[in-house]
């Protein structure tokens, strides 16, 4: 019987001490996240005040009432603040895809027009044009009844672009696994933008068109981006590194009189290129709903340069083409690029899957060139046309454009953002 009663008890107290341990861990709970008063009951209590004070008589009492009718609507206020936190305070045990779509009003400031400047004027197409070799040979091709072919054989000043600013829409895929730990991330970016400028021929020759031309063309910007990015969680949020590839092809086209004298025709340049990339990301948590990033990237691309220019040359009977394509074993002229970019801003989280963000990017690039190689077989005209072109036209374009389109060149692009987010 004793025995019995031993056990009795001990078990007992084991239920005790079971329950008061359950009770303790509950009340500090709710001492952490204590209940929460109903934030409608909160606004139906306030429009009764503020009705009690509208009918009373004393005017200390209606104040008084509307006193505290402003004290409910306020509770009420900071009580949905508070629950919105504590939801998106609990813990996400899956992993998230976020799909980012933004309206960023950008600027661009293209490299395509920086060597066109280059080739515009640099020392070395100065001194043809001096001593006359540019000149000389077009009227010698004239006298043949040849195209001279010749990129640029003219003193070309180019004004500031105008118009440069364009609404883009980037958007932005993001994978995170459940703990945050790593990612995946896919940017997307294609824009088009119609600057115009004017061109001053300072040295003209053999040309009817006025030495002043006003032009209008488009720049396109495709850049994209794949990376795998690796994150250590801090007790604020979140710091990683990326890796990947990043692709950018930049054309330009334009028709119209071509600087240069060339006449009235059309040019285009196709500058690709495809390379890696590395990257830092830095994320704090203000708040459970306010969150800021920051993200900076180098990368390095290399890729194939092409340069078409046609029309009609005055002077000269028949269409001309200038094609820097190689074909037939000639060399490929290659365009490499060096860049960074940074994206930075704050986002504010409506709820789980629904996020807000403002913020800003800067890309710049340098460019350079790594030859000026064109095909001859690709100009039509008199047979003489491809004997010309190799033994007098080519030597004095790689003598000036090759050192103009090796020149470094620098290209911006950026401009604030504002993005909307789903969360999967």
């Known amino acids: 019987m004793r025995l019995i009663l031993n056990t009795f008890l001990r078990s007992f107290l084991f239920c005790f001490l079971l329950v008061g341990f359950s009770l303790a861990s509950s009340l500090s709970a709710q001492a952490v996240n204590p ?58 045990n899956k992993p998230t895809l976020e799909l980012q779509w933004n309206a960023m009003q950008s600027t661009w400031e293209s490299e395509a027009l920086a060597r066109n400047k280059n080739l515009g004027v640099n020392t070395y197409n100065a001194l043809l044009n001096q001593a006359g070799a540019y000149q000389a040979a077009k009227t010698n091709a004239a006298g043949l009844g040849l195209n001279p072919n010749l990129l640029n054989d003219n003193l070309t000043t180019y004004s500031s672009p105008q118009g440069n600013t364009k609404t883009a829409f980037p958007i932005r895929a993001t994978y995170l696994n459940t703990a ?45 981006s794949l990376n795998f990015a690796w994150y250590v969680i801090t007790g604020t949020g979140r710091i990683g590194l990326a890796a ?8 330009s086209k334009e ?23 590395i990257g830092i990301r830095l994320f704090k948590n203000f708040s459970a709903s306010l ?31 200038l094609d820097t394509a190689s074909m037939g074993g000639i060399k490929a002229n290659l365009i490499s690029r060096t860049g960074y970019e940074i994206d ?54 790689q003598f000036s454009s090759g050192s103009a389109l090796g020149k470094e060149v620098h290209d911006k692009f950026y401009g604030f953002y504002f993005g909307l987010s789903l969360i999967i």
Request: no cysteine; aromatic share 14%; hydrophobic share 30%.
């Open 255 to 277: 028709y119209g009189n071509i600087p240069g004298n060339y006449g009235f025709g059309s040019s285009e340049e196709k500058a690709g290129g495809l390379g890696p990339q």
């Open 180 to 224: 945050k730990t790593f990612g995946i991330e896919f940017n997307y970016l294609d824009v088009r933008m119609k600057p115009s400028y004017t061109t001053f021929d300072v040295a003209s020759s053999l040309s009817s068109a006025a030495p002043i031309q006003f032009h209008s063309v488009e720049y396109r910007r495709l850049d994209y």
């Open 291 to 321: 969150i800021g990033h920051f993200r900076a990237d180098y990368f390095r691309t290399l890729g194939h340069y092409n340069r078409t220019t046609q029309g009609v040359l005055s002077g000269v009977s028949g269409p001309y083409i």
């Open 35 to 92: 209940k929460l008063p109903d934030p409608d009951a909160l606004e139906r209590e306030a429009d009764d005040l503020d009705y009690q004070a509208r009918t009373t008589q004393n005017p200390a009492e209606s104040r008084r009432l509307s006193q505290q009718a402003d004290a409910k609507r306020k509770l009420a206020v900071d009580t949905r603040n508070e629950m919105h936190d504590r939801e998106l305070e609990k813990p996400y």
């Open 244 to 251: 990947g590839a990043r692709n950018l092809d930049i054309y």
């Open 344 to 397: 930075t801003g704050i986002s504010f989280m409506r709820s789980r899957w629904l996020k807000y963000t403002f913020g800003f990017q800067f890309t710049e690039l340098a460019s350079k060139i790594s030859g000026y190689n064109y095909n001859p077989t690709v100009f039509p005209g008199a047979p003489g046309d491809p004997l010309f072109l190799n033994q007098v036209s080519k030597p004095l374009d």
